[in-house]
């Protein structure tokens, strides 16, 4: 069974920084893509990053390059999500996903498998 859990969110000052954790269970991270994904108080979900553990693809939104990194760690089977310079208009739930490999990347699209979410909240 596919189980991704999510954690590391919580409330910092613009400016600050956050990890967010996304353990995966019941498979590995090099059949599967994760792509992290947020939603915001009144928005629909929007794609923020994805990694392909199989071909070290990676993607962001314009919103976030430069300030977010996504990586994984293919012992612990979990992908992080290191979160810099945060601004109040990155306050949203944030959601990993993951979706098999398709044999080249990684797509910033919705993906068959979520967590539950965490809260991140950037103060002004």
């Known amino acids: 069974e596919v189980q991704l859990v999510e954690s590391g969110g919580g409330l910092v000052q613009a400016g600050g920084s956050l990890r967010l954790s996304c353990a995966a269970s019941g498979f590995t991270l090099d059949r599967y893509v994760i792509g992290w994904f947020r939603q915001a108080p009144g928005k629909g979900r929007e794609g923020v990053s994805c990694i392909s553990s199989a071909d070290g693809f990676t993607n962001y939104v314009d919103a976030v390059k430069g300030r977010f990194t996504i990586s994984s760690d293919s012992a612990k089977n979990t992908v992080y999500l290191q979160m810099n310079s945060l601004k109040p208009e990155d306050t949203a739930v944030y959601y990993c996903?993951?979706?098999?490999?398709?044999?080249?990347?990684?797509?910033?699209?919705?993906?068959?498998?979520w967590g539950q979410g965490t809260q991140v909240t950037v103060s002004s």
């Open positions: 996903a993951a979706d098999p490999y398709g044999g080249y990347g990684c797509p910033m699209r919705p993906y068959d498998y």
